[in-house]
C-alpha cells in the first residue's frame, strides 16, 4: 500500500461539473486553489487520502486500441511530464468528465484534481494525481451564539468523512497504464460503476498478487457454496471455507498441492473434483490460471470481511463458526417427527 508520511500537496484545481443529460454544465475554475489555510491543507489531505489507506487493489488505464489514446492517460502524463500543465490538464479532465455523465442517475459535483509530490510505492519515492467527485451533500447544525443564547442554523455542505469517487494515479509503469488507486462509494448499479471506472477512467483490474488472491478466495468460496453447500448443507461449506481462510492467514505462499493435501485431508476425493471445478472457473470468467503465488494478505483481510461464516435458518436463528476446530462441537441432522433439519451443539460453559 502506498505511504504517504512524506507527501507534499503541491497544486489543486476545483471544478465542478454537472450533468449532461440535463445540461447543468461545467464550472471551471480560472486559476489553482490556493491553499495557504494550513488547517484546511490537512483537512483535505484526510478527506481526499483516507479511503486509500485501505486494501483497494490496484488498476491501470487501458485502451482496446492504444492506451495512448485513453483520455485520462494522455492529460496525466501531459502533467507528470511537464508540471506546469496541471491547470489546462485538470480542466481537460473536467471537460472529459462532463461529456461521460450522461446516466439519469449521475450527480452533478466539486471535481477537485490534485497534484501530490513524494508519495512511496512499493518502496519507489513518485508522484500521484487525485481526481475527487463529490456528489452527496450532508446537512450540519451549524450552533450560533448571540446576546447570550446559542442558536441552530440547518447548512448543507461535504461530509469529510465521505468521499464519493476518487482515484490515485502514481507516476510509474507508465508504458503498462501507470498504478492506480479507485475508490467508489456511490454506484450502486451497473450503469453507474461503468461511468466512472470504465467510461471517464477506462481501467482495468492489475492483475497481480492481490488481485489473485482474491479470484482464489472467490473461486473457493463458490467451490463451497456449489459442492458442500448442496451435498453435505451449509455446515461443512462453512467449515471448508475457514479451513481455505486459515491456510490464506498462515501461508506466505500459494501452493495448490499443498493447499488440496491440507485443506482436503478429510476428504481426499475432492481434490480432484476441486482442480475441475478450479479450471471451469478460470475458463468461465477469462481468469490466468495460477498454481502458485504470492498470498496478499491485505487481499486476505478483506475477503474476510465478505466471506462471512454464518449459517442464517429460516427460525431466526443464526449460527456463527469461527474455525475448523468447531466441527466437533456442532451436528447436523433430520428429525422425522418435526420434519425439520437440526443442528446440535455442544458446549462447556456459556459466555
Known sequence: MPDFSQLTFRSLAV??????????????????????????????????????????GYYKFTHPADIKLNELFTFCRHVFDNHSEFLEQSVNIAKHLYNQSTHPKIQGGELCIAYFADCVLEDELTDAIGIFK?????????????????????????????????CLIFNTAEADGYRVLLVDKLSKSPAEAQYWRDDFLRLERLQDNGFVTENYLSLCHQYGEDTFGVEQGKKDQLLFLNKTLQYFTDHELFDISDFSEQVFEDRPEHAGRFKEFKERFEEENNLTSFNDFKISQPAVKIMKRKLRSLIKLDTNIDIKLNSESTEQFIERGYDEERKMFFYKVYFNEEQ
Not at 19 to 47: C, P, Q
Not at 138 to 146: A, I, N, Q, S, V
Open 15 to 56: 471544478h465542478r461539473v454537472g450533468n449532461k443529460m440535463r445540461n447543468e454544465g461545467v464550472l471551471i475554475a480560472a486559476n489553482n486553489y490556493a491553499l495557504t489555510d494550513e488547517l484546511l491543507r490537512n483537512a483535505l489531505l484526510d478527506y481526499f487520502l483516507t479511503p486509500f489507506a485501505r486494501y483497494n
Open 134 to 166: 463529490s456528489e452527496q451533500k450532508d446537512t450540519f447544525l451549524k450552533p450560533l451564539e448571540r446576546n447570550q443564547s446559542i442558536s441552530f442554523s440547518l447548512e448543507k455542505g461535504i461530509n469529510l468523512k465521505h468521499l464519493d469517487k476518487g
